[in-house]
T-cell receptor, first 112, second 114 residues
Framework: NAGVTQTPKFQVLKTGQSMTLQCAQD?????MSWYRQDPGMGLRLIHY???????DQGEVPNGYNVSRSTTEDFPLRLLSAAPSQTSVYFC???????????FGPGTRLTVT | GENVEQHPSTLSVQEGDSAVIKCTYS??????FPWYKQELGKRPQLIID?????GEKKDQRIAVTLNKTAKHFSLHITETQPEDSAVYFC?????????????FGKGTHLIIQP
C-alpha cells in the first residue's frame, strides 16, 4: 500500500495563477480532508469529504475548491493564488473523522 | 465551532524527565480527542487518542487524560528520550452546522535536553 500520496512536493506560483494539488489514497477510506499548516498556527481544515460525491467546507475554505468523484482521489484547486495561500498543504484520509487520520507527505506552496 | 487552546508552545525537559502538554476545548459536544506528533519536515502521525467515555488511556510511556466537565485533556510522556523531540498537536472533533472535522491546537515544540 502506498497510503496517502500527494503531488507535487513543491510548487511556486505567481499571484493570480491557478493550480490543482493532487491527493490519492489506496486504503478505501471514506473520509478525506485537506489542511494547511502555517508556522505557529497548527493545522487548519480547508475542506473535507465523507464519501464520493460529498464535500463540505472546513475552517478556512475561501479561495479553494474540492471535488470527490471517486473514493481514491480528492484534489484541491486554488482558483486564483494569493500570497496568503503560501503554506504547507496536507491531505489526510481515514475510515471516519473519529479514527486515525493518515496524512500525506505534504505540498509546500509558495505564491509570489 | 470548536476552539482548541494548547499550552505551552515550547517545552524543554531533561532526558529522562516527564513532559506534560495541556489542551482545552470549547464545544461540550466533542467526543474524540487525538494527539499527533510531527517530526521536523515530516507528516503528522497519531500517537494516542481518547474518547469521551474514558478518563485516561495509556500506551507504554505515553498517557492521555480527559476531564469532560472542565473541557480539558492532557498528554503525559514519561522517561523522555531524544526521539521524543518533535511538535505535538492536540485536536478535538467538532460536528455541527454541517461541519464534521478536527480542530487542532497550535502545537507544542518539545525539546529533550541531553
Amino acid at each position: 500500500n502506498a497510503g496517502v500520496t500527494q503531488t507535487p512536493k513543491f510548487q511556486v506560483l505567481k499571484t493570480g495563477q491557478s493550480m490543482t494539488l493532487q491527493c490519492a489514497q489506496d486504503m478505501n477510506h471514506e473520509y478525506m480532508s485537506w489542511y494547511r499548516q502555517d508556522p505557529g498556527m497548527g493545522l487548519r481544515l480547508i475542506h473535507y469529504s465523507v464519501g464520493a460525491g460529498i464535500t463540505d467546507q472546513g475552517e478556512v475554505p475561501n479561495g479553494y475548491n474540492v471535488s470527490r468523484s471517486t473514493t481514491e482521489d480528492f484534489p484541491l484547486r486554488l482558483l486564483s493564488a494569493a500570497p496568503s495561500q503560501t503554506s504547507v498543504y496536507f491531505c489526510a484520509s481515514s475510515q471516519t473523522v473519529l479514527r486515525e487520520q493518515y496524512f500525506g507527505p505534504g505540498t509546500r506552496l509558495t505564491v509570489t | 465551532g470548536e476552539n482548541v487552546e494548547q499550552h505551552p508552545s515550547t517545552l524543554s525537559v531533561q532526558e529522562g524527565d516527564s513532559a506534560v502538554i495541556k489542551c482545552t476545548y470549547s464545544d461540550s459536544a466533542s467526543n474524540y480527542f487525538p494527539w499527533y506528533k510531527q517530526e521536523l519536515g515530516k507528516r503528522p502521525q497519531l500517537i494516542i487518542d481518547i474518547r469521551s467515555n474514558v478518563g485516561e488511556k495509556k500506551d507504554q510511556r505515553i498517557a492521555v487524560t480527559l476531564n469532560k466537565t472542565a473541557k480539558h485533556f492532557s498528554l503525559h510522556i514519561t522517561e523522555t528520550q531524544p526521539e521524543d523531540s518533535a511538535v505535538y498537536f492536540c485536536a478535538a472533533e467538532y460536528s455541527g452546522g454541517g461541519a464534521d472535522g478536527l480542530t487542532f491546537g497550535k502545537g507544542t515544540h518539545l525539546i529533550i535536553q541531553p
